[in-house]
């Protein structure tokens, strides 16, 4: 009897701890700036970027299995634009991304639509990608107009009408409404009829056609929402940072940020980015602290954690949570 | 006027013509047997009538509209769905949201396509199983999964591809006993199929493919004494008995 009662209990509870565990979070985070030194508000503020980065990444790399190798391409655009209209026509960065965010959503969905009419899949795809973003990177380096290898400094000139706060706990607040946002609409996503056919073609394309998905849109959207989302990345960190340069913007070392919390987080989770990046930063804040003076070793010891987490968690931590919690079942 | 009709299909790749000008008409509620030894054409001829390949030449016209150009999708749209012959669940998935797809893909609302998709689960007897990752169902109950999710697009059209490869005696006839139930479910069913005990109960009518050609026509038992068909069946006549 008492069984059954858990039984019956199971969903209300389901339903329910989430949500106070949700809400508990959300109140720490908005009081952590409150009691954090500057440089744990830092360390803070970088998390959550990594968590946002990682969660554009996770919209079409994660739930939709286009596993994209060059995110950079957008967050480079979004970067770029939002500095450049800024610097050299004055235009506010609030505008700026906006701009950033349809530019990169526009180059999202031409490396998309090249890339499923010609029926890339798989690492043919990350390839490509990869490919647009070195083109982007090395294009921009050449590009005198554009700063060339030099970059782009932001004028300084605090005030909330162009996005420069003088104190972080400003930009903290920021990127906090920026990841709570984008991490409710994967919950979202989740539950929609877009999410569950971004899903269906992650797992298999040429069955969910025949199921009647239109694939090829399917995936427009995903890149194209993904993509935008990701400029806006690029807008927050010159905004916080003051400079931007090719190398910065259009790097690979961003498109593996924006991929490696979701290796170890869990890819297509809606927490597996947050997961993955309350890990990954802290622990390599930490390790550049203590290890840096060692040339190198912090970046080896960080390669060889990756490898053992990868090892053993294949699915990241939310997905062995999920595991676990299956088999108790 | 037919529900399906095939006019003068042929594929070729390079030198080979996997399908050579194969004309059939399917009329609503038939169980139409399509059989013919490994190589015939079979899969591929399921590939042309469901848009995954382009015919080369002819024209295949369902319930009176022209499917050339049309893409997969748009396809399974206007009624006519196909299922593989190597098993394609989304593993990943809980079972019931694999049956959701095709629910919602035909423009369903959430509401109306969960309550599809447990009818169909029921149908093929896995409504025990909806929330099991379709991963950790047997092959023969992933093949009932596939059976499940073309039947939630609500098709007029079924083409079935060796829904019992790898099935026990036992499953075998569960799944004749599915088959047999869909022409009442208002799906007509075109079904390739090797377990010839089968086809030959369930089926009102068979076609035999050899090399691409259409060899045989008709009712299953004036099939299985058809002399061109015991040829290209040579030394596994037993089969069709």
């Known amino acids: ?329 | 006027m037919s529900l399906l009709a095939v006019d003068g299909v042929t594929r070729r790749f390079g030198g080979l013509v996997a399908v050579d000008r194969v004309s059939l008409q399917v009329h609503a509620g038939e169980v139409v047997g399509l059989i013919g030894p490994n190589g015939a054409g079979k899969t591929t001829l399921f590939h042309l009538i469901s848009g995954f390949l382009r015919p080369d030449a002819g024209r295949v016209v369902f319930a009176g509209r022209d499917l050339a150009g049309l893409r997969p999708f748009e396809i399974c749209r206007l009624g006519l769905v196909r299922t593989f012959q190597i098993v394609r669940p989304f593993a990943e998935l809980p079972v019931e949201r694999n049956v959701l797809v095709g629910a919602l893909a035909r423009g369903a609302t959430m509401r109306e396509a969960q309550r599809t998709a447990q009818e169909c689960l029921a149908f093929v007897g896995l409504a025990g199983r909806a929330q099991a990752p379709a991963r950790d169902l047997t092959i023969s109950d992933q093949r009932r999964l596939e059976l499940a999710r073309a039947l939630a697009t609500r098709p007029r059209l079924l083409l079935l591809d060796e829904v019992m490869a790898g099935l026990t005696p036992r499953e075998v006839e569960g799944m004749s006993e599915l088959v047999r139930q869909l022409p009442a479910r208002g799906v007509t069913v075109v079904w390739i199929e090797h377990v010839m005990r089968a086809v030959m109960r369930v089926c009102t009518r068979v076609i035999v493919l050899h090399h691409g050609e259409k060899i045989a026509d008709g009712p299953p038992a004036q099939v299985a004494r058809d002399p061109r068909v015991v040829d290209a069946y040579l030394g596994e006549v037993a089969l069709l008995a």
């Open chain 1, 1 to 329: 009897m008492a069984e059954r009662a858990a039984v019956v209990d199971a969903p209300r509870r389901a339903r329910v701890l989430p949500a106070v565990v949700a809400g508990t979070v959300l109140v720490a985070a908005v009081a952590a700036p409150l009691v954090a030194s500057p440089y744990v508000l830092r360390v803070l503020i970088m998390t959550l970027y990594g968590a946002y980065l990682a969660q554009c990444w996770n919209l079409v790399g994660g739930y939709a299995g286009q596993f994209s190798f060059g995110h950079a391409t957008f967050f480079g655009i979004g970067a770029y634009t939002t500095a450049l209209l800024f610097a050299r026509g004055g235009l506010t960065p609030w505008l700026g991304m906006l701009v950033g965010a349809a530019l990169a959503a526009a180059a999202g969905g031409v490396i998309g639509a090249l890339s499923f009419r010609y029926g890339l899949r798989g690492p043919y795809f990350g390839l490509v990608t990869l490919a647009f973003a070195e083109v982007c990177r090395i294009v921009v380096t050449n590009w005198r107009a554009l700063g060339g290898a030099m970059g782009v400094l932001v004028p300084l000139r605090p005030s909330l009408a162009t996005f420069q706060f003088p104190e972080p706990w400003a930009y903290y607040y920021v990127i906090l409404a920026m990841t709570a946002g984008l991490t409710a609409a994967a919950v979202a996503l989740e539950r929609s009829r877009l999410g569950l056919f971004m899903e269906a073609v992650r797992e298999d394309v040429d069955a969910a056609e025949a199921l009647g998905v239109d694939t090829t849109r399917t995936r427009l959207v995903a890149m194209g929402a993904s993509a935008a989302a990701t400029a806006l990345a690029g807008t927050f960190y010159v905004q916080f940072f003051s400079y931007i340069d090719p190398h910065l913007a259009f790097g690979i070392d961003v498109s593996v940020a924006a991929i490696l919390p979701n290796i170890i987080g869990g890819a297509g989770t809606a927490l597996g980015p947050l997961a993955g990046s309350v890990l990954l930063v802290p622990l390599g804040e930490w390790m550049r602290a203590y290890l840096g003076g060692y040339r190198g070793v912090h970046l080896m010891l960080y390669g060889a954690l990756l490898v053992v987490a990868i090892m053993a968690l294949p699915h990241g931590l939310v997905g062995a949570v999920r595991r676990w919690r299956g088999r108790s079942r």
